[in-house]
């Protein structure tokens, strides 16, 4: 039965701890198992059968060749556990990086949680002083409605 390979529970438990300053006990609980070139997360075994031909849980990284991503989704169920690595941006700095523009922020590069408002909406990346979202589209057009509802949308550049 598929479950967490101690390897790669270790490289992301100390992924998440030095990047983003998640203690390792926070996700003690979970089973890490990777498939092609992403790594699930799951509180459960998969169940035998049929069910264990598709990963369960949530998709938690991507496996790039500069090491591990992490998905939005997985960064925001982490929200209240991420102490480092966390950009809180206002308004006027997010709304440019939902429409897939890149803004100046001096910080260490790496993937980073993007926050507003105290909530992390997802994955960014700091390369060479530009910050990028890496949220995905269609997350990235419900937040700038919500974001833009005062002014009448603002979606038509996605």
């Given amino acids: 039965m598929p479950g967490s390979n101690g390897r790669i529970e270790a490289e ?5 701890k030095e990047r983003f300053g998640v203690p390792e006990e926070a996700n003690a609980r979970l089973i890490f ?3 092609a070139d992403q790594i699930w997360a799951s509180s459960a075994h998969p169940p ?3 069910g264990a031909l598709r990963p369960s849980g ?3 990284f991507r496996r790039m060749p500069d090491g591990l991503k992490p998905t939005s989704a997985f960064l925001i169920a982490l929200a209240d556990r991420i102490a480092a ?3 809180e941006l206002p308004r006027d700095r997010l709304i440019p990086l939902l429409h897939g523009r890149t803004i100046d922020l001096s910080a260490s590069d790496g ?5 507003y408002n105290g909530d992390v909406i997802g994955c960014g990346r700091i390369r060479a002083g530009r910050l990028q979202a890496l949220i995905p589209t269609g997350r990235r057009r419900e ?13 038509e550049d996605l």
């Fill in 12 to 16: 992301v438990l100390a992924y998440l």
């Fill in 33 to 35: 198992e990777e498939r």
């Fill in 48 to 50: 035998p059968g049929i």
């Fill in 58 to 60: 949530l998709r938690a």
């Fill in 85 to 87: 690595s966390r950009i």
């Fill in 111 to 115: 993937y980073v949680a993007l926050s």
């Fill in 143 to 155: 937040l700038i409605e919500i974001l833009t509802a005062d002014e009448g949308g603002g979606t």
